[in-house]
């Protein structure tokens, strides 16, 4: 079987062994990676609608492989996640023929059957879209297109949730005594912490200028970190460990009208941190008392208003809600550590940044109201006296023990 393509194959190595690719003009050799590239699609789509037939056939089984991916990663000589994405690939292509046929033709290279095919699985009646995309944008903009799909068309929400849960901070020695860092952390948190390092690498970039040194711009971006420490630690110590300072952070959101004014985000409307990526729209307007945001909003492709909000709470208002909110005001949580101002009314149902509408919270229950749907609710009370609240769960949870 398939003895044509056996000798195609045996003929296309002769004939690539006798290129003496030294000798090769510049023009040419230029030619010569884009006659590769179609070999390379031709082999890569084929590869991968192969690998679909073991799967559906279970003809993996039996040579010792736990999976399909380890078996394809022991047949190919190629790493893991290689194998994986090409399972995961030739999976989602059975249930997309269209991509298949343009990956099999070579319209579409493998990295971008790749992201049509993440997109169109969770929101098929977008794979038209994006194969349209594809010829048109490079690779990074198809995959930012892709996630904005997938964002849409995934509970947002939920999915912050699930990022946030999966959160971490990890740091180790290596071998050669170098300490490392790495986190995973939800894109709003993140664009937070870029957002107050970059103006920091900025500013020691341009004196690295002045002084003729030039550096890797992740090199400075270290030095903006321990800048960071440094005054975080320095601050510290002078003040006794009083309260926190905010970075100065600013971000650039932007947002659909529509979404903004709903709460959150639907059929494909976008609300993302530029250069970032999606966030919930609950995320953003929670932001919104807590940075200086540039929030940039958007009408369909075009961008209709740039609102520059500076929603920071005036310091009297914040302190005055400071002393009077000491602890959570959640009933019976006695946090004081860490509290965070919430919008009692969010921002997006034209909650104002007022003394009556301003509460503190723990982190965990400010998450809660904030993306599970509790709520704080005002115990009237007789005049004069502290106000109180109820915490209630929303409707779902509720008698479920
Ligand atoms: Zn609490």
Redesign the pocket.
């Known amino acids: 079987m398939f003895d044509e393509l056996k000798d195609i194959v045996t003929q296309l190595r002769e004939v690539t062994s006798r290129i003496e690719i030294d000798v090769v003009a510049g023009k040419d050799a230029a030619e010569l990676v884009g006659i590769a590239d179609e070999i390379r699609r031709a082999g890569d789509s084929l590869r991968t609608v192969a690998v679909g037939q073991v799967e559906r056939t279970n003809s993996w089984k039996g040579e010792g492989a736990k999976s399909i991916s380890e078996w394809l990663a022991t047949e190919t000589d190629c790493p893991q996640y290689e194998a994986q994405a090409v399972v995961l690939l030739a999976a989602q292509l059975q249930h997309l023929p269209v991509t298949q046929a343009a990956l099999r033709n070579g319209t579409l290279s493998n990295a971008q059957a790749v992201e049509v095919a993440r997109g169109a699985i969770v929101a098929p009646n977008t794979e038209t879209q994006l194969l349209n995309l594809a010829k048109h944008v490079t690779v990074r903009d198809l995959r930012d297109a892709t996630s904005r799909v997938v964002a849409g068309a995934t509970d947002e929400a939920e999915r912050h949730k699930q990022i946030h849960k999966s959160r971490y901070l990890k740091s180790w020695t290596d071998l050669d005594a170098s300490f490392n860092v790495r986190g995973r952390m939800t894109a709003a948190n993140g664009a937070l912490v870029m957002a107050a390092l970059k103006p920091i690498q900025d500013e020691i970039f341009r004196s690295a200028r002045k002084s003729g040194a030039h550096e890797r711009p992740e090199a400075y971006a270290a030095d903006a970190l321990m800048t960071l420490c440094e005054k975080a630690t320095t601050k510290q110590s002078s003040e006794g460990g009083g309260k926190a300072t905010r970075p100065n952070a600013v971000m650039n959101i932007r947002i659909d009208i529509d979404a903004l004014k709903r709460g959150r985000t639907e059929n494909g409307e976008i609300c993302e941190i530029a250069g970032v990526g999606p966030i919930p729209v609950a995320t953003a307007t929670a932001y919104l008392g807590e940075a200086f945001l540039k929030l940039l909003v958007v009408d369909g492709v075009d961008i209709k208003t740039v609102a520059h909000m500076g929603r920071a709470i005036p310091a009297p208002l914040r302190t005055a809600v400071e002393e009077r909110d000491r602890v ?1 005001q ?1 009933p019976t ?1 006695d ?1 004081t550590i860490g509290l965070e101002m919430d919008h009692i009314k969010p921002f997006y149902e034209g909650g104002a940044a007022s003394f009556e509408n301003l509460v503190r ?2 982190e ?2 400010h998450l809660q109201k904030t993306h599970d749907g509790y709520r704080l609710v005002k115990i009237e009370t007789e005049a004069g006296t502290e106000r109180t609240w109820a915490w209630r769960a929303p409707p779902d949870l509720r008698n479920t023990g």
Do not use: D, N
């Open positions: 959570c959640v949580c946090i919270l723990c965990r229950h």
